[in-house]
């Protein structure tokens, strides 16, 4: 994660057909394994599919390009004093493979993902270290993940269940399943998502890593909108118990400045000092 204001503010696009038409039309691949929801995973997702509306609706979704904002972190000691505060500025794409650049304040460090490749900068140089590498895009991902909740929870490859029935003016939660490789959270990932009143916003990610083992919840608070779009300001990572009891708090976050783009500039991906950068490419997480 990680932050700093470039330049340039595009004008967000006024349609949702102009932004389509400068967009290249997707290309099938005939590789890629094909997937049928069962009934239960299509009730599930229909209520998610019905809250679409309070993060862009689909006019706007489709004419926005990307979003900007800083991100505040905070990380707790004892009794909740501060042991570290960075800031980061994250550029995010929202449609298409995964692209973001996160900029770190303090110490102008970057981390680009563009498709299947990153280049990650730091202490003035871009590095190819693989162990490092591979974190920052990962983290870049985690960015790009987030950015596109909750349509990306639609994927008939995502197994999905309600876990409480759905009650006028009560919150509700729905499991998903990642089971399979090549989606966008690593496999093996299993996701609770809490949708609240009065409108119905993300709420609560109660997520298992298969990479760490463990679970952590994420609350997301304070809800701000524009364009339709919106977004929670402060965000608060704790551990948690196989049983879902909320643990000791791992970190805090604010966000700052959002700002919805029509238009990203292309040169926030490739620098010109860049170098190719480190190739990934994604046979599955």
């Known amino acids: 994660m990680a932050l700093v204001a470039l330049l340039l503010v595009a004008a967000l696009a006024p349609d949702g057909a102009a932004a389509r038409r400068t967009r290249p039309p997707a290309v099938a691949d005939s590789t890629a394994p094909v997937y ?15 809250i679409r509306s309070l993060y862009g609706g689909d006019d706007n979704y489709a004419a926005m390009e990307g979003i900007r904002y800083y991100l505040t972190y905070t990380i707790p000691g004892p009794e909740g004093a501060p042991v570290r505060t960075w800031t980061e500025a994250h550029y995010v794409w929202l449609h298409g493979a995964p692209r973001a650049r996160i900029e770190t304040v303090e110490d102008s460090s970057v981390v680009i993902v563009s498709g299947d490749t990153t280049r990650v900068r730091r202490e003035g140089r871009w590095i190819d270290d693989a162990a490092t590498v591979a974190a920052a895009r990962q983290q870049a991902l985690d960015a790009v993940w987030s950015a596109r909740l909750p349509r990306n929870l639609l994927s008939p490859a995502i197994r999905a269940r309600q876990l409480d029935p759905a009650k006028r003016g009560e919150p509700f939660t729905t499991r998903f399943w990642y089971e399979h490789p090549g989606l966008d959270r690593p496999q093996g990932t299993i996701l609770d998502v809490t949708f609240a009143p009065p409108a119905f916003t993300l709420r609560r990610l109660r997520t298992f890593d298969p990479r760490s083992g463990g679970w952590t919840i994420l609350d997301l608070e304070a809800d701000r909108s524009r364009y339709d779009w919106t977004w929670a300001e402060r965000r608060t990572l704790r551990a948690a118990s196989d049983a879902g009891e909320p643990g000791p708090v791992l970190w805090t976050a604010v966000v700052q400045d959002m700002q919805i783009e029509g238009r990203m500039p292309a040169i926030l991906l490739s620098p010109p000092d860049a170098g190719v950068g480190v190739v990934t490419p994604e046979k599955g997480r």
């Open 36 to 50: 049928v929801a069962d009934d239960s995973t299509r009730s599930a997702q229909s209520l998610v599919y019905e």
